[in-house]
């Protein structure tokens, strides 16, 4: 093996019990891009206040999605690697797939010393991050550095920093809307679910929100919808600071009390499921819409493992790996 790819993706728990949630959100929740506050100011509120009482609440969240194979994202994101290494082999490309967490297990160390230990030369770090945010790619490549700086022979880096308006993944996303579609019929309303970020990542320069909207904006055209036929918004927002609007919840509920009686979501900045999917739109907001007057939600599973992002997976793959030995 020379070249070999890196699918790293956010992370997850081993377990859904709070001292492993605890684990992976002092993980995560630790990390400077993650949470841009003063480390003095923030650690002490970290393990103080928010770990002793988030762990227990998310892990019972977990639960509610945990399958028998372990974490969705988890399970998913393995089932991407695979199948992303047998579609190249198919058009002859050669290449080892692994894949990795930012946080929690398998590590991205770990996965870049094992592929380096089999011989690879060549690594594409190819992020599972449609948009690029300093809070999510940047993270990555933050991880791969702190393991390069304690590696004595560095293999050939490369990175897949976005594609949120990549053909083949808008079209991967189109055709897992119509497969929906095509069963259950167009709703009343569409809703494009983002996770959000704050208000002041995007002051300071941050691309992600923009690159939301233009893959908001794309999948919009691809489904021949009209600017009045679908809302873009943003979910996941915490704490006291202005997070980028509209928020998912807030404005479900508002499309339900306008009488809005079937609203199907889709969440374009995942793709595969996990948490935020799962949980909180397929149940925490499909629950607030029926609250307020809604009678039919539908939430539109992420492009998981389905052939068309597969493929479109091996193309950005392979335009990225272009000069680099795959026969």
Known sequence: MQTAILLANLGTPD?????????????????????????????PLLYGVILPFRASKSAAKYATIWTKDGSPLKVITQKQAKRLQGTLGERGVKVEVAYAMRYGNPSIASVLDALKKAGAERILVLNAYPQYSGTTTASVIDAVNAW?????????????????????????????????????????????????????????????????????????????????????TFQSQFGKAKWVDPATEATVRAL????????????????????????????????????????????????????????????????????????
């Open 148 to 232: 390069t700086s304690k590696t004595r022979s560095i293999p050939e880096l490369r990175f897949v920093n976005r594609y949120h308006d990549d053909r083949g993944y808008i079209e991967a996303l189109a055709a897992r809307v119509q497969k929906t579609w095509r069963v259950e019929g167009k709703p009343e309303h569409f809703v494009m679910s983002f996770h959000g970020v704050p208000q002041r990542t995007v002051d300071l320069g941050d691309p992600y929100y923009h690159e939301c909207l233009a893959t908001a904006r794309s999948l919009a055209r691809s489904l021949r919808l009209e600017e009045g036929q679908y809302t873009v």
């Open 15 to 43: 377990e859904p019990t709070p001292a492993a949630v605890r684990r992976y959100l002092a993980e995560f929740l630790a990390d400077p891009r993650v949470v841009e506050i003063p480390r003095a100011v923030w650690l």
């Open 256 to 327: 339900a009390k306008k009488g809005v009686k079937r609203l199907d979501v889709v969440c374009p900045g995942f793709v595969a499921d996990c948490l935020e999917t799962l949980e909180e739109i397929a149940q925490e907001v499909r629950d607030a819409f029926l609250a307020e007057g809604g009678k039919a939600f539908n939430y539109i599973p992420c492009v998981n493992d389905d052939d068309a992002w597969i493929n479109a997976l091996a193309d950005i793959a392979e335009r990225h790996m272009q000069g680099w030995p795959t026969k």
